[in-house]
């Protein structure tokens, strides 16, 4: 009888103990490093702690069709690490039973420094963000409502919440929590523009890269300015309008004549790897995006008065800038193996 008390006392110590260990995991936070020379990031962690287990959670979460409707798409269906975090392929996303959408899926990279998301600035919550693609109908096709019952039955995600949040109960709140969590560690810092930047020894531009910079801080940064290569601001870029699909931009948020045809200014870090490029998929190369701005910009009301007058671009030229461009490349991010699915994290 007493050697059967010990058992149960032992048991029920070590029940407490793991069950404490898990919870003291769960806590575990994460530390966002702001990279040397960067500002400070927008998103507020105070209100959405890191924790090693929150961020596999919302990693779990991104690689999972549970979120779609017919349980077929997830996130990742649009938003390929080893594409920058974007689809590929095809000029506009692809949601559940194949159906198209209108846009190119914006590359995830650096959000943390976002203060609104989606091409029209449409979001202006990075965990907010994620209810436009579970609840549109050509994309996830679901309801936050149907999204919780699914999980809520998931002895899986039920035990994932409660080490991640303390609480087995899951909310919508946490479901967007956890998502932003993963989300907002997609930082992009390694590239060899980085290095450069950073004056680490025996790496530097080539003549080539070089000319291309110098020609870049001339004619793009005004737009695409360092050190996360987008200055957050709508602006009409001249292209001319796609039949197909007659995408007003930001207008079709503000309703102010103004905003039409005004998308939002995309990051350049990874563009050798995010392609289709702009709102809408129209251009496959670099050389074609370079050629838009030389010589295929279409003036209207609202284009850029950076673009009012033409970029002027040698043959050279032009190939200079794109090697300045390939710079900006980040293989380290694209193939961290901490953003991709079932993978553990010990630490970041």
């Not at 029940?15 to 927008?42: D, H, M, N, S």
């Not at 309008?241 to 870090?269: E, Q, W, Y």
């Not at 008065?305 to 390939?326: H, P, R, S, V, Y």
Request: with cysteine; net charge positive; charged share 20%.
């Amino acid at each position: 009888m007493r050697t059967n008390k010990l058992i149960y006392i032992f048991f029920v110590l070590l029940v407490f103990v793991l069950l404490t260990a898990a919870i003291r995991l769960g806590k575990e936070k994460i530390k966002f490093i702001v990279p040397k020379g960067w500002p400070k990031p927008a998103y507020n962690f105070k209100n959405n702690p890191l924790t090693l287990k929150g961020f596999e959670l919302g990693r779990e979460l991104f690689y999972d069709p549970i979120l779609s409707s017919d349980s077929t798409i997830n996130c990742a269906s649009c938003h390929l690490s080893f594409t920058a975090f974007t689809h590929a392929d095809h000029r506009v996303s692809h949601g559940i039973q194949g159906l198209l959408g209108t846009r190119n899926s914006p590359v995830l990279i650096n959000l943390a420094w976002n203060t609104s998301f989606m091409w029209d600035g449409g979001v202006t919550s990075l965990e907010e963000q994620a209810i436009n693609p579970i609840t549109n109908p050509v994309e996830m096709n679901s309801k936050l409502t149907d999204v919780l019952i699914k999980l809520n039955h998931s002895h899986k995600y039920k035990k994932l919440f409660y080490t991640a949040f303390k609480d087995s109960v899951i909310t919508s709140q946490k479901l967007l929590k956890a998502l932003a969590q993963f989300t907002s560690n997609l930082v992009s810092c390694n590239s060899k523009y980085d290095s450069v930047m950073r004056k680490e020894k025996n790496v530097a531009f080539t003549v080539q890269e070089l000319n291309g910079y110098n020609l870049f801080k001339k004619n793009c940064a005004s737009c695409h300015a360092e050190p996360l290569f987008t200055n957050f601001s709508f602006e009409n870029n001249g292209l001319p309008i796609d039949t197909a699909f007659k995408d007003i931009g930001r207008m079709k948020i503000t309703h102010n004549s103004s905003d039409s045809l005004k998308f939002k200014v995309p990051t350049l870090r990874n563009v050798e790897f995010s392609a289709p490029y702009f709102h809408d998929g129209r251009f496959n190369k670099l050389k074609e995006v370079i050629e838009h701005y030389s010589s295929g910009i279409v003036d209207n009301p609202t284009l850029a008065k950076q673009l009012k007058n033409k970029i002027n671009l040698t043959k050279e030229e032009k190939k200079d800038l794109i090697a300045f461009l390939k710079t900006l490349t980040d293989k380290a991010f694209m193939y961290n193996l901490q953003f991709r699915q079932n993978i553990s994290v010990t630490a970041l």
